[in-house]
């Protein structure tokens, strides 16, 4: 079992920065692929990027590539998502979530832990 607690959303001004972090409670958290999705209202929940077991792959959608750094720390059982750039249309909650495997970790049906969520607000 793992848990997953998002902190670090807010409200920021568009071209400015966020870190997010997500903090696992469980002992099994190194054998997790960790990733990010995230929803804005009226539309779907969209995959923003995912980071594998040890820290050395990661994955992100075009929307994002360039602008997020998704990044780990397994001795601290957390999870980071750097933010920067950011536009309005990344206005959304930003949920953390776990999976077995990095490249199927992009689709929902691969999430086995999903956290809370965070809101992220981006005016322009």
């Known amino acids: 079992q793992v848990q997953l607690a998002e902190s670090g959303g807010g409200l920021v001004q568009a071209g400015g920065s966020l870190r997010l972090s997500c903090a696992a409670s469980?002992?099994?958290?190194?054998?997790?692929?960790m990733g990010w999705f995230r929803q804005a209202p009226g539309k779907e929940r969209e995959f923003v990027a995912a980071i594998s077991r040890s820290g050395g792959d990661t994955l992100y959608p075009n929307s994002v590539k360039g602008r997020f750094t998704i990044s780990r720390d397994n001795a601290k059982n957390t999870v980071y998502l750097q933010m920067n750039s950011l536009k309005p249309d990344d206005t959304a909650v930003y949920y953390c979530?776990?999976?077995?495997?990095?490249?199927?970790?992009?689709?929902?049906?691969?999430?086995?832990?999903w956290g809370q969520g965070t809101q992220v607000s981006v005016s322009s």
């Open positions: 979530a776990a999976g077995r495997f990095l490249p199927n970790l992009q689709h929902e049906g691969a999430v086995d832990y």
């Open positions: 469980g002992r099994t958290f190194s054998s997790y692929a």
